[in-house]
């Protein structure tokens, strides 16, 4: 099973940003098909962000185009939150979730693995 680590979060000032990443652990992957992002906003449900697909074909929030982006670093098997003109309602706990094929003793199987999540206050 693959271990999702995020880090990048903490305090900025509204209009700062921050680049969160979610690294994920040495494996036998044998390929990753989804990678996104997810918060969950104090007394408020979990929402997607965004994310992507092997395809590359990306999807945001519309609370969040044009600020966010998303990317991914096959080589470091990392995927990042690029998050710009941070409002105060971003303040939220991100979590990275990823997809992937791995080899098992069975053979290769789909697994869906989440990061324990990073937190992200946006305050003056």
């Known amino acids: 099973q693959v271990q999702l680590v995020e880090s990048g979060g903490g305090l900025v000032q509204p209009g700062g940003s921050l680049r969160l990443s979610c690294e994920a652990s040495s494996g036998n992957i044998l390929r990753f098909y989804y990678m996104g992002w997810h918060r969950q906003a104090p007394g408020k449900q979990r929402e997607l962000v965004a994310d992507?697909?092997?395809?590359?074909?990306?999807n945001y929030a519309d609370s969040v185009k044009g600020r966010f982006t998303i990317s991914e670093d096959n080589a470091k098997r990392t995927v990042y939150l690029q998050m710009n003109s941070l409002k105060p309602e971003d303040t939220a706990v991100y979590y990275c979730?990823?997809?992937?094929?791995?080899?098992?003793?069975?053979?290769?199987?789909?697994?869906?693995?989440w990061g324990q999540g990073t937190q992200v206050i946006v305050s003056a």
């Open positions: 979730n990823a997809g992937y094929i791995a080899a098992t003793t069975r053979g290769a199987a789909d697994f869906n693995s």
């Open positions: 992507v697909t092997k395809g590359g074909t990306t």
